[in-house]
């Protein structure tokens, strides 16, 4: 079994040494002369919990600055759609490099991707260490023999790292998947014990539409299909009444908050206030870097905590809550046992330098690391128990 001594790292404002056996945290209390077969000298560094990125689109790097400034349904018919049509799937794998490069570099671990020709997603994150789930998206105008493959894939599906990699099911979006599709992709991943991942209530149009079309909104459509439930993550949520937020907490849902992507694409202001009342599980997600236009989900974190503030409540929405927003909400939704430096817990972290100007003076680390910190603060990412 693998061990680090991560020696002289400041730990909830102590000075400790960590040690890590295997992929967990073994003790964090560890005498300076525990053996390890490895010794990180983590001086003037401190420890914090890693971040999980719940709503990615990872190889739309290759979009990054393409139609930018446009509405949400312009920029998805006239300018993403069309460049995709265009992708190889070795172009997709360069760009879902390019974007896990990006993520370790500013301290995530996990990420939850939907995309389409996933091979070489599955391979980038293999190679890098990081964790992912990894969607297979389901659209209406898929043929009969490209959903059949689609849920072969999901019945054969081995994780080739032996635990940090699983399949998600993506019935893209009420508007994109209709109701047959939605029921089998919902049934196949369920099925199979996979989680099932969607964009839901993103825009006011997407509302307008579904009413026009079902006399109900989003959320109150996928409840009368029985889609919803503690399975199922749920990205925007933007346009979403206080009744539905009930729901959707009742129902056990993840939401996937989004902050930098909805206001890029003016979808509106996320109802922090109904969200955080509902007791509804909250996590953060970049979305893709073409509507972002980073992966860096430590920015997604301060985003968030102001935008909530934005309508007059400097108390909603404290660095610690959006912290745990990002950190520990997001490794359970996706039933990753981790997102806290605790005893037991997966050894996913980041080590932060403390000599670095914008985590100084530090009077609270965490809001240093929320309000103030850059990815330059990074010393070091851990994941699986593993500098990658």
């Known amino acids: 079994m693998n061990s680090i001594l991560i020696k002289n790292v400041l730990l909830d404002g102590r000075r400790t040494n960590v040690l890590v056996e295997g992929n967990r945290f073994a003790n964090l209390d560890a005498p300076a002369e525990c053996c390890a077969e490895e010794v990180y000298d983590a001086e003037g560094l401190a420890i914090v919990p890693a971040l999980y990125n719940t709503h990615n689109h990872a190889a ?23 460049y995709e049509d265009k992708l190889t799937a070795e172009d997709i794998q360069r760009g879902s490099a390019l974007a896990v490069k990006e993520m370790k570099a500013s301290g995530s671990v996990f990420f939850s991707d939907m995309y389409f020709d996933i091979e070489g997603t599955i391979e980038e994150v293999a190679k890098s260490g990081m964790r992912a789930a990894i969607g ?7 043929s009969k023999s490209q959903r059949d493959e689609k849920l072969a894939r999901i019945k054969e599906w081995k994780d080739p790292t032996g635990g940090r990699i699983q399949l998600a099911v993506c019935p893209h979006a009420i508007y994109t998947a209709g109701e047959e599709t939605f029921r089998k992709a919902v049934s196949a991943a369920r099925e199979n014990g996979l989680k099932i991942h969607t964009h839901l209530s993103e825009t006011r149009q997407e509302v307008e539409d579904c009413l026009k079309a079902h006399g109900t909104t989003p959320v109150r459509y996928l409840d009368s299909l029985g889609v919803l439930g503690p399975d199922v ?11 539905e937020w009930d729901i959707l907490a009742e129902r056990g849902v993840t939401v996937a908050h989004c902050p930098c992507s909805n206001m890029k694409l003016g979808s509106g202001r996320f109802p922090y206030e109904l969200a955080v009342a509902s007791g509804c599980r909250i996590t953060l997600g970049t979305d893709g870097p073409s509507s972002n236009n980073n992966l860096d989900l430590r920015e997604e974190m301060k985003f968030a905590a102001l935008l909530a503030k934005v309508a007059g409540d400097p108390s909603l929405v404290p660095a610690a809550e959006v912290f745990k927003w990002a950190t520990v909400n997001g ?19 980041i080590l932060l330098d403390m000599k670095k100007e914008r985590l100084q003076p530090c009077h609270n680390l ?21 500098f990658i």
């Open 366 to 386: 965490i809001s240093n690391w929320v309000y103030s910190a850059d990815s330059s603060c990074i010393s070091a990412t851990l994941c699986d128990g593993k």
């Open 60 to 82: 739309m790097t290759l979009l990054r600055g393409y139609g930018d400034d446009k509405p949400l349904k312009v920029w998805l018919e006239e300018y993403v759609w069309p």
């Open 136 to 142: 297979i998206t389901f659209l209406d105008y898929h």
């Open 331 to 349: 490794a359970r939704a996706f039933g990753i046992d981790g997102g806290e430096i605790k005893v037991g817990k997966l050894a996913d972290a």
């Open 233 to 243: 993550i749920a990205a925007h949520c933007v346009h979403v009444d206080k009744e």
